[in-house]
């Protein structure tokens, strides 16, 4: 557990803590999704802080933004000195469809950060497909977690990042790993807001100008889909400059 009254870390009562217990700093390596984007990068960092070494997995799954994220992905394997990188093509999920972020005939509405329901944005069990090749590796490598960097207000419209969900994949990993091996499943910020993950990254030196989160765009970002509306808001909140460039900035405090 991490101390809740250390500058760096979130509203008081929450901690680095996910489905598992927090790890000892000499627990090995790590698997971490590095999707390019604040969340995971922030992950990134967390994990390599807790003394993991890192093995970092990037998927491209036909998302309209992918050589970007890619991009950024590779630089923040760099900046992390990771121990290895790897990049897997999933085109599965668009050829599956059903998702505004792989299907160019649906558009990616603007921004409703009051939304309850699941947006269209949502890639159908795309959290379950990189979780399964993320233990994939991390089983492969002698890993003893794997790292994903969703949050509260993720699950609000993803049901895949749901703190349930993954608690339920960790117990699916323990039955249908080898008897020797021990993957955790790391949701480190699963009870956090993403302004919390912002405050959390800054603490830990993230670079979030290698990052990118626009579902449309690859330069500049949009500020206006769901994505950049989240990400901005959360900077603002926390009261830093987003480091990117955008089309528009608009003020999502409200």
Not at 76 to 101: K, M, N, P, W, Y
Not at 110 to 127: H, I, L, M, T
Not at 134 to 162: I, K, Q, T
Request: include cysteine.
């Amino acid at each position: 557990m991490s101390d809740a009254n250390d500058p760096g870390e979130p509203s008081a009562g929450r901690d680095d803590g996910g489905p598992s217990s927090s790890p000892d700093s000499d627990s090995g390596g790590a698997v971490v999704l590095l999707s390019g984007g604040m969340d995971s990068a922030t992950a990134a960092a967390l994990a390599r802080e807790r003394g993991h070494d890192l093995h970092l997995l990037h998927t491209s799954y036909g998302q309209r933004t992918e050589a970007k994220e890619r991009r950024c992905a590779e630089r923040l394997a760099d900046e992390f000195d990771a121990s290895s990188f790897l990049h897997v093509e999933t085109d599965h999920l668009q050829r599956i469809g059903g998702s505004s972020l792989t299907d160019d005939s649906m558009a990616v509405p603007d921004a409703d950060v009051d939304a309850e329901e699941v947006p269209s944005s949502y890639v159908p069990f795309r959290n379950a497909n990189l979780l399964a090749m993320a233990v994939s590796l991390a089983e492969a490598n002698g890993c003893a977690a794997v790292y994903m960097g969703a949050h509260s207000e993720d699950f609000s419209g993803y049901p895949d990042c749901r703190p349930e969900f993954f608690e339920a994949f960790e117990a699916m990993v323990d039955v249908g790993t080898k008897p020797e091996t021990d993957v955790a499943v790391e949701a480190p910020f699963a009870e956090w807001s993403k302004t919390d993950v912002v405050e959390r990254g800054v603490d830990l030196g993230v670079p979030f100008e290698h990052t990118w989160s626009c579902y449309r765009a690859e330069a500049p970002a949009c500020g206006t889909c769901d994505a950049c509306a989240f990400r901005l808001q959360a900077f603002q909140r926390a009261g830093v400059r987003d480091p990117i460039e955008y089309a528009e900035r608009p003020d999502y405090q409200n």
